[in-house]
């Protein structure tokens, strides 16, 4: 196996990891763009792409597909019903909330670490590889546009929107690795171009 893995495989990794939890919780929609986990730091969710990040964003998607509000304050602060479907998906939580981000500190429990070590490893294996493969860069490689503005993590995410009107965040340089299509409409989301923009 080459010790080279471009995100397009990271990304297949990551959904073959969603698909492992899904065996387990059939509810949790499919992951429409995996790729716009890597590279993207949320300090609310944790910084570091990880499968306890995965299953932190399951969570989010239970939640959704159940109508449920699991967070507030913009997305930052992860209330009990955020709790009750992390403690279901096998995540531990400090026993007092964080006061700017909630329970969105969870770590995952001795079974579920049991249940899924085989997917853990697996995508520890390809986040290894995939940090080898970027390690690489130089002065002169692209980094986007958080580089640019002295931003800490993957960058700051923007609005791309699809042809039927639905519109993700998403960090550019993440979109620019491939496209990510819309579920609704089957066409790739793309960041409009600002009309009017000043010059300088």
Known sequence: MSTT????????????????????HPELPDLAAPE???GE????????LSFERLLHEAVHGIAAARGVRDTSRAGRYH???FLAIAEE?????????????GFSLVTLNPE????????IDRL????????????GDTARSFRGPAARHGSSGGGVRVKAVCDCGRNVRVVPSVLAQAPIVCGGCGKPFRIPEV??????
């Open 41 to 48: 730091s949320s300090s609310a969710c944790g910084h570091e």
């Open 79 to 81: 209330n009990r019903r």
């Open 112 to 119: 579920a670490k049991r249940r899924y070590r085989p997917t």
């Open 5 to 24: 893995q471009t995100p397009p495989v990271l990304a297949a990794e990551l959904a073959l990891a969603w698909a492992d939890i899904q065996r387990y």
């Open 124 to 135: 520890q294996r390809a986040l290894k590889a995939h940090t080898a493969a970027t390690a």
């Open 195 to 200: 009309v009017g923009a000043a010059a300088g």
């Open 36 to 38: 716009s986990l890597i």
């Open 89 to 101: 998906l096998g995540l531990d939580h400090p026993e007092e909330p964080h006061p700017s981000s």
